[in-house]
């Protein structure tokens, strides 16, 4: 069983569509994470939530909106895609704070032609 | 605030050479450091971690690394470098009852035959 799940690992989309990205984690985790790799490899986080509670909203333009239905699952949905959303998005959890292990996904390669 | 500096985008060593990827944080509170490592088209997978205690913390694969708190510094080692360590690694930074992990910017180890 995959610990952090997400779908689907590729997605090539034109500009100005909307999409998503689904997350689920089967460990039991209360925090869950959306983390954006550019080009560069650079990851930085986009949102965490905790307890189904967002806690952390990076500075990310609101084309982008987490939600999560219960705490197994953290969804990403983005509207009007723009070429500059070409990235890697990776999905993680971990129990409780940011100090300890975070598990990743394996990501989701999203390209915007 | 907290912050992560990772000298050398690549790093380049012989198999069977000694790997060391350095990592430089800045925190004001006592911080908890993390080696991650991500191999191609994979999401990211925790090496070894520093939260308290021995400043000298053992990972999986090999690999070792030390705190020292004097120079702000959690540098990587692995006595003797495998094909397979070929990868990206990321040190991160966080502090007590953060959600918020910072990560540095990744090195590129590249094994030679």
């Known amino acids: 069983d995959t610990a952090v799940s997400q779908t689907p690992k590729y997605l090539v989309t034109q500009m100005g569509n909307d999409k998503s990205i689904k997350c689920e984690q089967n460990l039991g985790h209360d925090t869950m994470y959306w983390y954006k790799q550019d080009s560069k490899k650079f990851l930085k986080i986009m949102f965490s939530y905790n307890n189904k509670e967002l806690i952390i909203n990076e500075t990310v333009p609101n084309r982008f909106s987490p939600k999560s239905p219960d705490k197994a699952h953290l969804n990403l949905h983005i509207n009007s895609l723009e070429l500059g959303d070409s990235a890697v998005y990776f999905c993680a959890s971990s129990q409780g704070r940011a100090d300890l292990e975070a598990f990743f996904g394996q990501g989701t390669r999203l390209t915007v032609v | 605030a907290q912050s992560v500096t990772q000298l050398g985008s690549h790093v380049s060593v012989s198999e069977g050479a000694l790997v060391l990827l350095r990592c430089n944080y800045s925190s004001s509170v006592p911080p908890y450091l993390f080696w991650y490592v991500q191999y191609p088209n994979q999401g990211l997978q925790l090496l070894l971690k520093?939260?308290?205690?021995?400043?000298l913390v053992k990972g999986i694969n090999g690999f070792e690394a030390e705190f020292k708190k004097s120079e702000t510094s959690f540098h990587l080692t692995k006595p003797s470098a495998h094909m397979s360590d070929a990868a990206e690694y990321f040190c991160?930074?966080?502090?007590?009852?953060?959600?918020?992990?910072?990560f540095g910017r990744g090195t590129s180890l590249i094994v030679h035959p």
């Open positions: 520093y939260t308290t205690g021995a400043t």
């Open positions: 991160a930074v966080t502090t007590g009852g953060s959600y918020i992990p910072t």
